[in-house]
């Protein structure tokens, strides 16, 4: 990779962070105007990123056009969560971003990694969100969804983590590449001695896989790998979720000292106490006249 | 250069974006919701490297940084519910006291 190439692809990121800059909110003059020139703006990165994807993965790659699509929208989406100014539209985003980077996921071969990601986050944590974004925030826009925090150190900071990471990239490349050309050697060797019990595996697999393909499938293969390599790591992962599900119910449950109330919640509990009781109020045990009626 | 170092890109833009979101945005929602985008660009790194390597370690590992993110999203909002409910608002702001 050239110096020049590198230099064009710090343009392109350089005009995403100004895209991005301008569409995040903030309460500025003409703000209206400044988010439809953050969004031209934006998609002028993006367009050039696309070129410049499509370019350095050149032909030899089948999928390239669908790699692009997938990633413009993992890129247009991820924008749309951060800069959106109503929290159940971010939300929405998130899903496209999900299902963007699953079709990445599966351009790579790692489809049962991409229904997991589909199943678990646009099916479960998605949701989650969404639960709690309508329980907590139900009045539309709210003021602080309107300012954000120091927008241009904050979007200063991601590009130049970007270039940084892009710099590393191009610097360890080649020499990454041949240390891994070497094991790849080694490893051919290492498989020519145990051909044959490999051969026998495969066979097996074959005879017990209820399709009978002679090639076992993603899941399998990743099925197989979590149950010898990463047992006990799994048994880890059950056991985190557990006591997550635990710590889970017992924050929601917290009992809090009248001492520690704050402001807001003596306020409501002070409403709570001088509000009328809802429906028609009647004496216990008066007696029924026409007025009742 | 390769599909590999596409992977890393996007992943790391992915990350990037998310890390703004997280910095900028005052919704403690949101907040969380930039991280979940963080996750998908490490998702997206584990699974360059895994074609990079040849082997399926990527996306196991894939599959262990899910169940840390739903763990995560659990717990995170379970802690954004309570906040809520003690000051009425998700704004990060209000709860600048404990930076201490």
């Given amino acids: 990779m050239t110096a020049a190439a590198l230099y064009g692809l710090y343009i392109v990121l350089a005009v995403l962070a100004g895209g991005v800059y301008l569409a995040l909110p903030a309460e500025r003059p003409l703000v209206r105007r400044v988010w439809q020139a953050g969004l031209i703006v934006g998609a002028a990165g993006l367009v050039g990123l696309a070129m410049y994807l499509a370019w350095w993965i050149g032909a030899g790659f089948e999928g390239r056009v669908f790699f692009v699509m997938f990633a413009l929208l993992a890129i247009a989406g991820a924008v749309g969560v951060v800069t959106h100014r109503r929290p159940v539209y971010s939300a929405v985003f998130l899903v496209l971003v999900v299902l963007a980077v699953s079709g990445l996921c599966i351009l790579a071969a790692a489809e049962f990694l991409a229904a997991a990601l589909v199943i678990v986050y646009g099916g479960a944590i998605l949701v989650t969100y969404i639960f709690v974004i309508m329980l907590a925030q139900q009045g539309g826009e709210a003021s602080y969804d309107r300012r954000s925090h120091e927008p241009l150190a904050a979007v200063i900071m991601g590009f130049a983590l970007m270039a940084a990471t892009t710099q590393a990239m191009v610097a360890t490349d080649p020499i990454a590449l041949h240390a891994i050309e070497a094991r790849h050697v080694a490893l051919a060797g290492a498989d020519a001695e145990d051909a044959d019990a490999r051969a026998a595996e495969s066979v097996a697999d074959t005879a017990a896989s209820p399709s009978g393909t002679a090639e076992p499938g993603n899941v399998r293969k990743v099925g197989a790998v979590l149950a010898r390599d990463y047992m006990i790591a799994v048994q880890v992962a059950g056991l985190l979720m557990l006591v997550a599900m635990v710590g889970a119910i017992a924050i929601a449950r917290k009992k809090i000292d009248p001492e520690d109330l704050t402001e807001h919640e003596v306020a409501q509990l002070e409403a709570a106490a001088k509000a009328e009781p809802p429906g028609r109020f009647v004496e216990p045990f008066a007696r029924v006249t026409r007025e009742h009626r | ?100």
Avoid: C, P
Wanted: no cysteine; net charge positive.
């Fill in chain 2, 1 to 100: 250069m390769s599909i590999v170092n596409a992977y890393i890109l996007v992943g790391a833009i992915l990350f990037a974006i998310g890390l703004v979101g997280f910095l900028s945005r005052r919704n403690l929602i949101l907040m969380f919701l930039s991280t979940e985008i963080m996750f998908q660009g490490v998702i997206l790194n584990l699974v360059g490297f895994g074609i990079r390597h040849l082997d399926l370690k990527g996306q196991t590992f894939a599959l262990f940084l899910i169940v840390i993110a739903a763990v995560e999203a659990g717990l995170a909002l379970g802690l954004v519910v309570l906040l809520f409910r003690r000051q009425g608002t998700l704004d990060a702001e209000d709860w600048q006291r404990m930076k201490g």
